[in-house]
């Protein structure tokens, strides 16, 4: 693991705080962006297909805003398409275990499809708390705020515009972006409101 992980010390550099799994991983994440002089390197989880276990992790690394953007909603699309699949594969062995089918099969694909929405909504409240604190410390353009965000969590670049037009109508930050259905665009400073 020593080449992958930065050396044969790694194991002293795990972040003592997480499971191992996810320390090793983090590592590696780590690892990669440094090692590649990548400005982002964000992974998702791969769960079993019939059990509650990771199977693997997809890492991604990209020196591009673009790039960060477009892992995001692939990964979206493709954990809800995951979700389904792994449904029909726990029914299918139930099946064969039991000897009996299920008639609601397309309702609980449909149901661990919407899970992940409400990850993405957990992801979303996460990201607002730390979008407050990060403002607090200074204002910064849109394009910024994106980037920080799809960085350190599970968002789509839409999910982070949803998150400022939220915070601007409960009068927490300034709309900058304009009234109506307008969201922000990347040259737009998102600042907190001054009270």
């Given at each position: 693991m020593a080449p992958f992980l930065g050396g044969p010390d790694w194991p002293k550099r795990l972040d003592p705080?997480?499971?191992?799994?996810?320390?090793?991983?983090?590592?590696f994440r780590e690892t990669l962006k440094d090692t590649g002089d990548f400005e982002s390197v964000v992974s998702?989880?791969?769960?079993?297909?019939?059990t509650?276990?990771?199977?693997?992790?997809?890492?991604?690394?990209?020196?591009?805003?673009?790039?960060l953007k477009a892992?995001?909603?692939?990964?979206?699309?493709?954990?809800?398409?995951?979700?389904?699949?792994?449904?029909?594969?726990k029914e299918k062995n139930r099946e064969q275990k039991t000897g009996m089918g299920d008639l609601f099969t397309d309702?609980?694909?449909?149901?661990?499809?919407?899970?992940?929405?409400?990850?993405v909504e957990e992801q979303k409240s996460l990201a607002k708390t730390d979008l407050m604190v990060r403002l607090g410390q200074?204002?910064?353009?849109?394009?910024?705020?994106?980037?920080?965000l799809l960085q350190a969590y599970m968002l789509r670049e839409t999910n982070v515009k949803d998150i400022c037009r939220e915070?601007?109508?409960s009068g927490t930050i300034e709309?900058?972006?304009?009234?109506?259905?307008?969201?922000?665009q990347d040259e737009d400073m998102i600042r907190l409101k001054a009270h």
């Open positions: 705080d997480l499971p191992r799994g996810l320390a090793v991983e983090k590592l998702t989880k791969i769960d079993r297909a019939t509650e276990r990771p199977h693997f992790f997809i890492v991604y690394g990209t020196k591009s805003p673009n790039g892992f995001r909603e692939i990964e979206y699309r493709a954990l809800r398409e995951h979700e389904k699949n792994r449904a029909k594969a309702h609980e694909a449909e149901l661990r499809e919407a899970t992940i929405s409400e990850i200074r204002s910064m353009p849109f394009s910024t705020v994106v980037v920080l915070l601007a109508k709309n900058t972006w304009g009234g109506g259905n307008r969201k922000p």
